[in-house]
């Protein structure tokens, strides 16, 4: 349930802010929170997008609906009905202006607890959490909130209003851009997995090279960036991560792409621009994906692809027993494959014989 | 290996105080550790429960074993056999009391290096460990345990005897229930990924919904569990999550559902009761799946499951050279299809032609 | 981009280090760091090997380049050829060579913001990082450094010149071996996944077992490691495991084993030495696989592997209305198969019509 407001908004305030048209005459009624149409209680706003929600807003205790044209008549009397083009985007700007009003506010200012080296270069307006600790050389720019628990390493740079959750960790050297939000748990900066095999021994091959992220990247929780070998891994500007994504060393993702959550993407893979990787999915090595690429959830990319489009390879589920049958004959594909060959030569001679035999 | 009891306890003592019938006359033959079969010394206790495991309790080096009545012949003379009826029940309730004595114990407090708000809330016998931070509004109810470096948001709500293993992270206004037990790295109240693409850019979508845990949940380590959007995300009493799990914005998981390592759960999925999904595997967004199913490992759930059942969707392994025979024919799959109805097709006709020239 | 040298090094002086043949005579152009062909620039040094990568060394701008006698034609005249017989494995050597030189040093001693226990034992030269935690009965040896925000519990044991990286937990009891390396939000010693079914209910199993981690091991960041049930957890010397991967409770993994990221192993699984394991695989628990197996990324092994080999099971990437066909008929692979039977007994009987009407 989403918090209260600190003093409530009428809708006529809110048409005022934000635009709309009201159906009927409830001006006066005052608004407290945001919920969903299955949710709302009195003192909530809500949204209808689509006709098959009709039937949450059938039912809904909303005081007001923000809602297109067409669909206000679902909307029982009683609500206060906002009619506004696209209702979606509506209630997002109505979201993002409620966010700030009622999110807690960060005080500016270094934790006595924090941990901030002298060599550390702090900007106007920073806030840095109890028992961060940012270390030499590291550059955090104006307005940026540092949450408690998080580690900035040597030499690493953050851009102007950074948010990092608490307890991300970004180790030395590396970069973020402007208006970059990192949620809790996520490293960036561990090592690429690089190891040359030595008679049967593995031999770490140093990691050099560092992660560069672009601005306006956010990055959901527990995830892993590894830095570059030599080179540096790379993350283009607006690009969305999800949560438990694993981005190995040298891969290089262009502006725009989101990726959902639990993907692994391995080594010195490029990602083009504005691709959209579903959740779980997986993207080999040394391959090149070009712009507006989709792939579909846990799909594994073993090639590069060369054109925008829609791919998917997944096995699809099953009763169990339904799913063993179709496993045991998956096995045999390409024997089967062989009889149905040797059935169209049979077939063949046989429509020969026929004809034959006719003549 | 566990650790040994503080002062032993004989075989005597044990049957005393958990029931069983000792075969033969080890009664003072002390206890110290509990260990497998396989690997047991002289002082351990360990349990044979199915004759599948009769070779390791043929050579087991224990000093005294739980067993069923038919099995005991499988133990050597020397062993201290204690016949019970269910041995793999009885041994955990042992182990469960074993647990509680060779654990290290915890001391009510607050560290002084801990970071609590003086508008924090904290029950009797809490204890709070070095630099966790706990902020305003929250409140932790008696008996919990919160670790090291966990941070506790403002206004969340942590039911009665909790445990927050060291660094958990629980965000603003997310709550558990009692008992609940939450494993190192974990992050819980993560914002969701919430993103609308205007013009090939992506704008966030506030999330204001939070997080509600129910009672005697156990999540384990490195799991991030969103926010919800509007709505909360909902885990029910007595679910219990492996590690590195994804849970997504607005999910709604049933009572006594488990999950094992690695599952990846998209955003407004709904999860019945008594579910079992194996490790690794995925489930998409806005879909339904019903009581008591089971998902088998790595498969990916893509549409509502209305039927309890055991279901399954996953490639089976073969021999690199088999798998790429059968991945190159799954690929002319619907041509091969195409090619047996042209056979049938074929087949029929000659039929009729024999039948004819019969004729 | 690798960090720059303190102070330059010659081409000469290059060669009186690490050995090389130069080509020309530019024995006093000075080298700062290291990097590849496409990205080097004045002052870098970079390596050739392989012939795929003739178009980057034919516009390399680096100063000096490593290569074999028989590429070094690929280079501009311009470039510092420096021919040796083995170009990667000479590049990696001045690469290790390369990282002690550039990477920020670690003072040995404890930060004051540390809490080590009195009853722990810290060793010679140890480094301990602000807002660790190093809980009673631990023991550091000579040489180890622990991260900032570390938590390394009651009893754990902790080798000689092992790093762990910032913000590594480590639980009770857990033991590492020598000269390892743990990256950042890795969790070791988490309680295994085990409860049992009561009545639908799920009664916790008590883990009682630890993790023991041999010599040289290295460990991704955000990796969870779970302790035994009775039994330990076993990692034996010389693997490597990358990020986010998961290890449940009683596995055991054979020396110089590499295992590639978002891999999930299910419990009591065994698996062999120098075994090689994808990206995103999964290994179901109580299965044994054997020394030098290779297993595809993201696919599922579901039994024992008793012969060394390369195995997959993944289903190939298509564009998605392919792939849409290609399941759909998947589903009906069974039926196929009774067909394709059906016409082979149907051409049988064809065969003996016409050898009859022959006759």
């Not at 979201?95 to 901030?116: E, F, K, L, N």
């Not at 550059?139 to 580690?151: D, E, F, L, R, T």
């Not at 060393?249 to 990726?259: D, P």
């Not at 594994?300 to 004959?329: D, H, Q």
Request: neutral net charge; hydrophobic residues 45%.
């Amino acid at each position: 349930m989403s918090r209260s407001l600190p003093t409530s908004l009428s809708v006529a305030d809110l048409i005022a802010r934000f635009g709309g048209v009201l159906r009927g005459a409830q001006t006066e009624v005052p608004i407290l929170r945001l919920a969903s149409l299955a949710s709302a209680r009195a003192g909530d706003l809500s949204f209808l997008s689509g006709a098959r929600h009709r039937p949450q807003a059938a039912s809904t205790r909303a005081t007001a609906v923000i809602v297109s044209k067409d669909l206000a008549d679902a909307l029982p009397a009683a609500v206060a009905a906002v009619i506004v083009d696209d209702p979606y985007a509506h209630f997002a700007r109505i979201a993002r202006w409620y966010d700030t009003q009622t999110r807690s506010q960060v005080t500016p200012g270094i934790d006595p607890a924090a941990r901030v080296s002298d060599l550390a270069e702090i900007g106007a307006n920073v806030s840095i959490g109890a028992f961060a600790t940012i270390e030499a050389g590291a550059s955090i720019a104006q307005g940026s909130v540092i949450g408690a628990h998080c580690h900035v390493g040597r030499d690493v740079r953050i851009g102007a209003a950074c948010v990092l959750h608490p307890r991300v960790t970004i180790l030395d050297d590396c970069a973020l851009g402007a208006r970059c939000v990192v949620h809790s748990g996520t490293v960036i900066g561990s090592d690429g997995f690089g190891f040359a095999n030595d008679n049967g021994r593995w031999e770490k091959i140093p990691q050099l090279g560092s992660v560069l992220i672009g601005d306006d990247v956010e990055i959901g929780a527990n995830c892993s960036i590894d830095r570059g070998a030599l080179d540096d891994t790379l993350i283009g500007d607006g690009c969305k991560l999800d949560n438990l994504i694993q981005i190995a060393h040298n891969v290089r993702i262009g502006e725009h792409t989101a990726i959902a959550g639990c993907v692994g993407i391995a080594g010195s893979a490029v990602i083009g621009r504005r691709c959209m990787i579903g959740g779980g999915a997986g993207i080999l090595g040394h391959l090149e994906i070009c712009d507006d690429v989709v792939v579909s959830a846990m799909s594994l990319v073993t090639r590069s692809i060369g054109k925008p489009g829609f791919y998917s390879g997944v096995f699809p589920l099953m009763p169990n027993a339904g799913w063993e049958r179709a496993a045991a004959t998956l096995r045999q594909l390409p024997v089967l494959r062989d009889r149905i060959r040797a059935l169209e030569r049979a077939q063949a001679s046989t429509d020969q014989e026929q004809f034959k035999s006719k003549e």
